[in-house]
């Protein structure tokens, strides 16, 4: 079966034009400009029949490569009373996102090459999307990155700062031997634990034993913040170690970032999550600990300033950190409420919400959430409307209001931060390898996604 979508325009390495897309066995084969469509189907040197093509009309809508997050938590195995890898993946498809990149801290922890392999199997018979799974360090198993198949994984995520799943790496050797030792990509959650822990004391000592959640940004600080990405960068200088900073939430740590040019091979870049870019720590007066995430979201100087860094080029990419809880679970402060929160389904339509703002262009929102994911991981054949690449796509449609309410939310949680937002933007319709895995607010349960390849340089 053929498939071609016609009618949209096509945003794609900076350049947005009218155009179609044929599909064939999941595969891009062809990218026509303009209205050439009638001239291709009509084309006798074509073996596939007019009457087997199956028409999509993207009419009034915008076609772009489909999303890849690389930072989610999807919680299996282990705390699938939150989430499992069938149900974010719904809420990835429902989304516009195509491929995502899971962490380690589930139980038990993808720190073991058998643990890794588990959940690829997990992922082959329930993920609707793409997918693969972040390999976690501790402070005594950096011997066993030289086992890691590195076609199959984005690279190694290290947590330099207690977060969910107490992953954290402290040991000054153990830092070293990682930074040392690892030659995949090395995702880094950077606070410093031994400051948070002094001004939750403090906080403690003043307001009880659960501050309240407007504290939590004083708590887990920018100070905090900077010391830990200071120490990350500066190993990663050292021993010439590929860093990602995952979560970047200050303005003082875009500082240490140099723009993203076009030199293939970066050693040390940036990603920005929606969370951090959409809100401000004065939301928790409204929303609560529903906002609550490690690291903090911080002022809104911090979020002027990151907004400003996803143009200058030292923001790289733009990811969610989907980290669902149960709402029982978010109640309490600063001490007691866990830390993360669902964003995967309306990270695309917050972001075009800031394109009509014009914090950034529609062709700068394709380089952070679906270019540069693909180039700074050296993802094969995906990110990018080409032809010979897998048909990963979204089309999403402007001035098309609707309201989040609880009934359109994939994730098994069953909340959102944005519950009651209303949105301009709508996805319409999610190509994953080919299939329409969301459609017209339907999910489409008939195939699954596929495992990455990666091509690491």
Known sequence: MTTLIKGGRIVNEGRTQEGCIVIQDGTITEIISGGQVSDWVNDPNHVTCPS????????????????????????????????????????????????????????????????????????????????????????????????????????????????????????????ERIFKTCRLPLMVHCEDTAIINRNMAEAKGAWGDDPPVTLHAMIRSEEACLASTQQAVALAKKYGTRLHVAHVSTAEELELFSPLTTHPSPLITAEACVGHIFFTQLDHERLGARIKVNPAIKTPVDQYMLRQALNDGRIAVVATDHAPHLLSQKQGGCAKAASGMPMIQFSLVTMLELVDQGVLKLERLVDLMCHNPARLFGVERRGFIRKGYRADLVMVRPHSPWTVTPDVIESKCGWSPVEGHEYQWRVERTLCNGHSVYANGVVDTSHLGEPVTFSHH
């Open 52 to 175: 087997d093509v199956e028409m999509i009309d993207a009419t009034g809508c915008y076609i772009l490569p489909g999303v890849i997050d690389d930072h989610v938590h999807f919680r299996e195995p282990g705390l699938t009373d939150k989430a499992d890898i069938a149900s974010e993946s719904r809420a990835a498809a429902a989304g516009g996102v195509t491929t995502y990149f899971d962490m380690p801290n589930c139980v038990p922890q993808t720190t073991t090459i058998e643990a890794l392999d588990d959940k690829f199997e997990r992922a082959k018979d329930k993920s609707l999307v793409n997918y693969s799974f972040f390999y976690g360090a501790t402070n005594d198993n950096a011997d066993t990155f030289a086992q890691l198949d590195a076609s199959r994984i984005p690279g190694v995520k290290l947590f330099m700062g207690s977060s969910t799943g107490n992953m954290l790496v402290d040991r000054r050797e153990s830092l």
